[in-house]
């Protein structure tokens, strides 16, 4: 049963011998995901870069009894015993350095992430401002319109109302002169 659940046919985008790592219920699955093979299961196509892995070649530390004593005299000391207590502080040293880089790095992250924030909210500050002057004109240029029309519309009935006093005018004198009222 076991064995059948971890194989996952080919059309769901996984050869057969692989499986994933099962979750247990209320878990939640992060990115980091396992990746499964069954010992016995032998791919028909091999991973570019499990080939790589392979080709890769893996340095051990040279030590004495691996020499064959029939190409080093035994009185050739060129090859010491590993000191592990220099190893190890500069392991120590090296591990606190990554930890200041770390932290260095995390504080940089933290005032970046902290810059972007304000420079989202002053742009959005300056947007909306720009949005409200943007309608402040636009009312402005509306009225300004408004006016415009209204000046040409006084300017029609002033040219009217000239012309219509030089006609009253015109006809007070075809008129007979009124008689004087007497008080």
Sequence with gaps: MGQ???RQSPALGKPSGYSTASVARGETLGDDKFLVV??????????PELELLKNTPVFYPLLRSSLSTGLFGATDDSFDVLNPKPLIEICVRIQDHMSRCARQIHGDQEALHRSMKQFKAKSEAAENQACHHSAIRLTAANQAAEVQDMMTIAETARSRLDALQLQLDQLASLLPPEPATTE
């Design 4 to 6: 059948d659940q971890s």
């Design 38 to 47: 069954s010992a016995q299961t032998t791919l028909k196509e091999e991973d």
